[in-house]
């Protein structure tokens, strides 16, 4: 029972970086898209880019602290 504890750790902390980084790209993507379509609305966009990567940015620290408290407790 003690192994299945460090395997879902394992799984919490490294499908949350997996997630993280593959919201992070696609969201930079966009946010380049967005500047190439219509270059007047960069200032907008940038702060919208900001906003939604501090909310992607949670879930990696989420699981990170949830994967750690499984760890070692």
Known sequence: ?????FIAGALMVGLGAIGGAIGVGVAYSKYLEGIARQPELQGYLLGQFFIGM???????IISLA?????LFT
């Open 1 to 5: 029972m003690e192994e299945l504890r």
């Open 54 to 60: 501090a909310l992607i940015d949670a879930l990696p």
């Open 66 to 70: 949830f994967g750690l408290i499984f």
